[in-house]
């Protein structure tokens, strides 16, 4: 069968290969540029907690060393703290990294993907589907026609492939600006990302201001100032003032030294692809989707794209056409970040709107610091990790349904788990590699070596059940997992999304919620002689 091509080397592009590699789906990775990135330190992403794990576990490396998890959080105004958040756990920081640094080290792992071509100085040029695939040709000397099973546009907001396809992309311009600086200096605190309004020393002019200070390993900080509407140009000498007066304000009046790395201006889009999906056609990444106002990170959700895509196609590519199942791509992943524009939209008048702040929300300036802050932190509307409650791959009521404290379509708590293998591992490590995971809650197993429990209770009859779901599942024990009681069972997808859980072994329930899962139609409301098969094979 022929490869998936995907269309763009940024970050997205090249998780979405890596992603399908792993699951052992070939593709060619068309990269209009040379195959490597200039060095920009002030062009940086904050991931959160797991897209981080995500990025490496598919790069095979602690990106601790490359990027910096910040050691806490603090928003002032003038002179008062208005929030603090201490990362007590550095994991669950979030991990700010240099976007040509994470680029590099999706590069360096692709090296060794035999399944993995990268064809570089590719631009692509015209785009033709039929039904049994896809013909793309890439301009230049050397152009050539690229056959493919499926495409993936992730070549960024002015995507040739959303063009190609006549998809419209509405949306705001330029709905924030910033002027950015990347420098090495000291600052008076150590480790911990500031966003600092209305500082006292910009008290006159067209906006108070506001200013973000986020550190990056070797003592370097990218600080980035909110410019006010309009397009004034972003002079060298204007920024340079920008710098000196905010190190001041910070130092009690004294610039301290400083090493200006990188400068520029970042410009924030709303904007959402009308369809992300046109028959074996997808969007991903910038070419779907662009947001960034109040601190959410378009990058981390174009990462989330790739992740929710990656399962679904490499099932595709295996087993045939699943068009429920790829439709739901479009579904899950335009819903939530659209819902996440509407969040930032909403509360843009609130935050940006000047005196009349207090009549709408109740508590004034602190209350909009926390919502501010949510947006960078990755919590409430602005940032927290989306849901799909509402996925057409959700199973819908379950007679064994049982309470935990991840709701059903919601990423999973990375837990210790034992493997099949008897290793103990983190729940997270065994993602992404296209099987179902089904875990069981037992306390008392990490004590025990797993051959003396593997054949007691209730687990020959779960293996059972196991073996005879409609699609390849791994099962693995959890000692506890927030708020599910002994013998609870979880069925989570390749993606780390709680599909349901269960009270007790379920053979019947555990074959709807897998025929769901894989968008069989009507899986949640029928129940057919395979899964009572499923249910004898169990007894």
Request: charged share 25%; glycine share 10%; with cysteine.
């Amino acid at each position: 069968m022929d490869p998936v091509i995907v269309v763009g080397a940024g970050p997205v592009g090249l998780t979405l290969a890596l992603a399908l590699a792993r699951q052992d789906v070939p593709c060619v990775v068309l990269d209009e540029g040379p195959g490597k990135d200039e060095p920009r330190p002030s062009r940086t992403v904050v991931l959160r907690e797991d897209t981080a794990a995500l990025m490496e576990r598919l790069t095979g490396l602690p990106l601790d060393h490359a990027g910096f998890r910040w050691a806490g959080w603090r928003s002032m105004r003038r002179k008062q703290v208005t929030n603090e958040v201490a990362f007590e756990d550095a994991e669950a920081a979030p991990l700010h990294i240099a976007q040509h640094v994470l680029t590099g080290a999706l590069r360096a792992a692709l090296e060794n993907e035999r399944l993995v071509k990268i064809a570089v100085d590719s631009r692509l040029d015209t785009l033709e589907q039929e039904r049994s695939g896809v013909t793309a040709r890439t301009r230049g000397a050397t152009g050539t026609w690229w056959r493919g099973s499926y495409l993936v546009g992730c070549d960024g907001p002015r995507s040739t492939v959303r063009k190609l396809q006549d998809i419209r992309f509405p949306g705001r311009t330029a709905v924030e600006r910033h002027a950015v600086a990347a420098l090495r200096t000291e600052l008076p605190w150590q480790d911990e990302a500031l966003l600092h309004r209305s500082p006292p020393w910009r008290t006159s002019g067209p906006s108070a201001g506001e200013i973000i200070a986020r550190p990056l390993p070797d003592e370097v900080w990218r600080l980035d100032w909110l410019l006010p509407p309009g397009k004034d140009l972003v002079t060298p000498e204007m920024l340079l003032t920008r710098i000196r007066e905010t190190l001041a304000g910070w130092n009690g009046g004294t610039v301290p030294p400083y090493e200006l790395l990188d400068t520029g201006v970042h410009t924030v889009h709303h904007r959402l692809a009308r369809r992300w999906r046109a028959k074996r056609v997808f969007l991903a990444g910038d070419a779907a989707h662009l947001l960034g106002a109040l601190g959410t990170h378009g990058l981390d959700e174009g990462l989330r794209d790739a992740d929710n895509l990656a399962w679904k196609l490499a099932l595709a590519w295996h087993h045939g056409p699943h068009e429920t199942l790829l439709d739901s791509y479009q579904t899950e992943r335009r819903a939530l970040v659209a819902s996440r524009l509407r969040a930032a939209d909403q509360a843009l008048p609130l935050l940006r709107g000047g005196g009349g702040l207090r009549s709408y929300v109740p508590g004034s300036s602190r209350s909009l610091d926390t919502l501010l802050m949510d947006g960078h932190l990755g919590r409430g509307a602005l940032g927290a990790p989306g849901t799909y409650a509402a996925s057409p791959l959700a199973p819908g009521r379950l007679e064994g349904e049982a309470p935990v404290a991840t709701a059903p379509g919601a990423t999973v708590t990375d837990v210790i788990v034992t493997a099949e293998d008897g290793t103990f591992v983190r729940l997270r490590d065994r993602l992404g590699r296209g099987a179902l995971l089904v875990v069981l809650i037992a306390p008392g197993t990490g004590v025990w070596e797993r051959r003396h429990w593997v054949s007691a209770g209730i687990m020959p009859r779960l293996a059972a059940a196991v073996s005879a779901l409609p699609h390849r599942a791994e099962l693995l024990v959890a000692e506890s997992y927030p708020g599910a009681a002994a013998h609870t069972v979880l069925l989570v997808r390749p993606d780390g999304h709680l599909v349901t859980a269960l009270s007790g072994v379920r053979p019947a329930d555990m074959y709807t919620a897998a025929e769901a899962m894989l968008g069989a139609p009507g899986a949640a409301e029928t129940k057919t002689d395979a899964k009572a098969d499923a249910g004898a094979a169990s007894r």
